[in-house]
């Protein structure tokens, strides 16, 4: 039957593209895994990263909710197994001492040891006597998987803006939601510690199943489209940008040096320059770097979203609530935020554009702080539409405020 389709990874003929698509329906109508992977074998000699994510951005045109292509992905992954083609072009940049993608790939060594060594043997220990010792141990890998968390913002926040620009949109969706998934599911472990029953091992193997599918995803998936989308130029903002996030487990070896000088475009003043040309601002004059340093000094954490919804700045406060890079200007807002959380996105924007609300504000509890973050709509002196504002703030420290206080510390 392959015959009768053009058998080349990498193209992008409509019968493939069909049947590829077809098949994944089938997984997500039910049908027999293996059974599909037995016609899978016999249709396509292999299928590239490029097919896949075509395959993925028409099933989301169709109607199919990201979360349902998320729910399925890992039999997706195993049905088309080791037939993903894993190599584009002839260079290898993750062979390279300090690349972003090497780092991506020495931080997945290093997660594959902590769950192929550790975390199946603090598991085991754990269901065969539940002791102190071993309740503490499952624990103490756990809180050392948190740190995944790293990995998986460089990709969502440095790397994903450049997939997007390239028209890339579907797979880093569903990454991003089965992040989330991992995320969630190692604090739910956690939690189910000290219940003394197997429930805590179970998850905590589940945890260890799905870091390792990641894992597969990123070399058989992500890594061939980041070599064929992203230039010398995008991997170094990503590279230069990657020390504000942090890294998972491992640290680069090395700092990655481009062959060629890169051109990237960089801010004209130095930090140490005085700008003396000022900006009229209606109720006084600044000058840009007065500005710049104003909104950076500020205990807040302040986003502008343009009327097209486009990211188009973020101050740099000492201490960031959350991760924030260069990559992110100029992407679509959208996209910044996990699948789960896109319609209450789109519902502020919406409202905001409608003129049904101004303002919308949130609170929420992140590693014992209270959050509180607020969304208002910016509009001209005729009310017409320009953008959101999102500001957030740490407030433990002013929920505890009581009385007064009038002298000096």
Request: proline share 5%; aromatic share 6%; net charge negative.
């Amino acid at each position: 039957m392959s015959e009768m389709i053009h058998n080349r990874p990498g193209s992008m003929d409509p019968a493939r593209q069909h049947h590829l698509r077809r098949l994944i329906k089938d997984l997500h109508q039910g049908r027999d895994p293996e059974d599909v992977k037995r016609e899978f074998a016999a249709l396509f000699a292999s299928v590239s990263s490029e097919e896949i994510a075509a395959m993925e951005a028409e099933l989301m045109a169709e109607g199919m909710p990201v979360e349902e292509i998320q729910r399925l992905c890992d039999v997706h992954a195993a049905v088309m197994g080791t037939s993903v083609a894993q190599v584009h072009g002839k260079d290898h940049p993750e062979k390279a001492p300090g690349h972003p993608l090497n780092q991506l790939e020495e931080e997945n060594r290093a997660l594959e040891e902590l769950v192929d060594a550790s975390l199946k043997e603090a598991a085991s220990a754990y269901r065969s006597g539940v002791s102190n010792e071993n309740a503490y141990k499952l624990l103490e890998v756990l809180n050392t998987l948190t740190d995944v968390d790293k990995h998986y913002l460089r990709k969502e926040n440095l790397i994903f803006p450049f997939l997007e620009k390239a028209g890339i949109t579907a797979p880093p969706k569903v990454m991003w939601g089965v992040h989330d998934e991992i995320r969630v599911d190692i604090k739910k472990a956690k939690a189910l510690i000290p219940s003394k029953g197997p429930e805590a091992a179970d998850m905590a193997d589940t945890v260890g199943r799905k870091v390792k599918d990641m894992i597969f995803k990123e070399r058989n998936i992500l890594y061939p489209m980041l070599k064929d989308a992203l230039t010398e130029d995008d991997w170094a903002k990503v590279e230069k940008e990657s020390d504000d996030v942090g890294y998972c487990l491992v640290a680069p070896k090395q700092r990655w040096i481009p062959a060629r000088a890169v051109l990237y475009p960089e801010a004209s003043a130095k930090a140490g320059d005085v700008q003396t040309e000022g900006m009229n601002l209606g109720t006084g004059t600044l000058t840009a770097k007065q500005l710049e340093l104003m909104l950076n000094t500020m205990p807040v954490d302040v986003t502008f979203i343009d009327a097209d919804d486009t990211v188009r700045y973020f101050s740099n406060s000492k201490e960031r609530i959350f991760v924030r890079s260069k990559a992110v200007l100029g992407r679509a807002v959208q996209n910044c935020h996990p699948p789960k959380s896109m319609p209450i996105v789109q519902k502020i924007l919406d409202d905001f554009r409608s003129k049904m609300k101004d303002h919308e504000d949130f609170w929420i509890n992140m590693g014992g702080k209270t959050v509180y973050i607020r969304y208002f709509a910016v509009r001209d002196e005729d009310g017409s539409y320009l953008g959101t504002l999102e500001v957030s703030q740490e407030i433990s420290g002013i929920k505890g405020l009581e009385g007064e206080k009038r002298m000096m510390s």
